[in-house]
């Protein structure tokens, strides 16, 4: 089983608001990665979590905050967005984080910043 | 610094038509290197990879074989599908080179026609 899953599918959030997104898998992967995809581009990188610590931020805004609870769990929260952090945020996980090894994706979360 | 250069899209066939999707790369010694595949809505599937030279990776009738000689990785299948129509994804990941993150082409847009 290659699965990760991510929730929720869509989110819709006003510029004030607090929200959070999660991952999760089982496949007892030791790296997990968040992603951002606009539309008809490439995913860029975000967040590399290696063994439970944040190992590469790629100068991402402070207004994405990355966490990883356990070896399973990535959550993404989210506070005072702006529109153009409008996208489709796709989580990732490989069995470590190695040039060797390939990552597998969920299906994402759409999100809408109004 | 590293890169991936794929062709441009978008590609449209007559189901059963052969397919070949080109893929240049530019790199230090010897990255990994994969195809992934995005479905509308979805996330990013990982379709096949190849970690050394003159490997190949297949998978659901695609094939690519890395080129060291060439720096390619051409993504092919002798006979294509209304279903196969999707963006597809040329990357590579490098030891060492951009903390070992996964580099992507800019994706090729795929529609097959009936």
């Known amino acids: 089983d290659t699965e990760v899953t991510q929730t929720p599918k869509h989110l819709v959030m006003g510029m004030t608001n607090k929200k959070s997104l999660k991952c999760e898998q089982h496949?007892?992967?030791?790296?997990m990665y968040w992603y951002k995809q606009k539309a008809k581009k490439p995913p860029e990188l975000m967040f590399v979590y290696s063994y439970e610590k944040l190992s590469i931020n790629e100068s991402v805004p402070s207004r994405f905050s990355p966490e990883c609870p356990n070896s399973s769990l990535l959550n993404l929260h989210l506070h005072a967005l702006q529109p153009e952090d409008s996208a489709l945020y796709l989580c990732a996980s490989s069995h470590r984080d190695f040039y060797l090894v390939e990552q597998y994706f969920g299906p994402g979360t759409r999100l809408t910043v109004t | 610094g590293d890169s991936v250069t794929q062709m441009e899209g978008p590609v449209t066939l007559s189901e059963e038509a052969f397919l070949t999707i080109n893929c240049t790369y530019t790199a230090t010694g010897y990255p990994s290197l994969f195809w992934y595949v995005q479905y509308p809505g979805e996330g990013l599937q990982l379709l096949l990879k190849?970690?050394?030279?003159?490997d190949k990776g297949s998978n659901k009738g695609f094939e690519a074989t890395y080129r060291k000689e060439t720096t390619s990785f051409h993504l092919e299948k002798g006979s294509v599908q209304v279903s196969d129509s999707a963006v597809y994804f040329c990357?590579?990941?490098?030891?060492?080179?951009?903390?070992?993150?996964?580099?992507f082409g800019k994706g090729t847009k795929l529609s097959v026609k009936p």
């Open positions: 496949m007892g992967h030791r790296a």
């Open positions: 990357a590579l990941r490098n030891y060492g080179g951009s903390q070992g993150n996964l580099i």
């Open positions: 190849a970690t050394k030279a003159d």
